[in-house]
T-cell receptor, first 112, second 111 residues
């Protein structure tokens, strides 16, 4: 079945460092891909999405490109801030568009 | 601009007690979902409702029941709570192939 694998955390960075969180997927067909962010004590918020191969999703300085050839959707940010500390989830939509399949989440901690 | 509202936010139950978690959305979405979040497990789908009047099992449905009361509301019921059901429960809503919108969660502890 469809699945998402993302890098284990926690990821600990200093402010202004470059961030990459790896995400790879296994799916039949052409799923949409998403990154969600969860701040402490809150629900998940959509960070960015891509719906087809070579699409680049971007938001708040974060970017991810849908790479069909490598089945990847890595999240990047050029310069992280303390306020980016959160848990990040990669997800894909199933073929029917009825549910999301999530990775296990990666905790990011940014220190000043 | 409420979005998805879950009640209660926190609850402690004893083993064997029953409870219903409530969820309501005001975005006129057709689909609604219940997930549970456990450390190191990500989010796992319990049940979903693709449209009013329909419900389907997700990855981990055992021990739960759901009701799609109307287009706005989707409740999750634990008939006989077990410690293994201690978790954070999230409700979400969306239209097909669109991003899901999540509530703030219900933190449930079962002793």
């Amino acid at each position: 079945g469809d699945s998402v694998t993302q890098m284990e955390g926690p990821v600990t960075l200093s402010e202004e460092a470059f961030l990459t969180i790896n995400c790879t997927y296994t799916a039949t067909g052409y799923p949409s891909l998403f990154w969600y962010v969860q701040y402490p004590g809150e629900g998940l918020q959509l960070l960015l999405k891509a719906t087809k191969a070579d699409d680049k999703g971007s938001n708040k300085g974060f970017e991810a490109t849908y790479r069909k050839e490598t089945t990847s959707f890595h999240l990047e940010k050029g310069s992280v801030q303390v306020s980016d500390s959160a848990v990040y989830f990669c997800a894909l939509s199933d073929q029917a568009g009825t549910a999301l399949i999530f990775g296990k989440g990666t905790t990011l901690s940014v220190s000043s | 601009n409420a979005g998805v509202t879950q009640t209660p936010k926190f609850q402690v139950l004893k083993t064997g007690q029953s409870m219903t978690l409530q969820c309501a959305q005001d975005m006129n979405h057709n689909s609604m979902y219940w997930y549970r979040q456990d450390p190191g497990m990500g989010l796992r789908l319990i049940y979903y409702s693709a449209s009013e009047g329909t419900t389907d099992k997700g990855e981990v449905p055992n021990g739960y029941n759901v009701s799609r009361l109307n287009k706005r509301e989707f409740s999750l019921r634990l008939e006989s709570a077990a410690p293994s059901q201690t978790s954070v429960y999230f409700c979400a809503s969306s239209d097909p192939f669109q991003p899901q919108h999540f509530g703030d969660g219900t933190r449930l502890s079962i002793l």
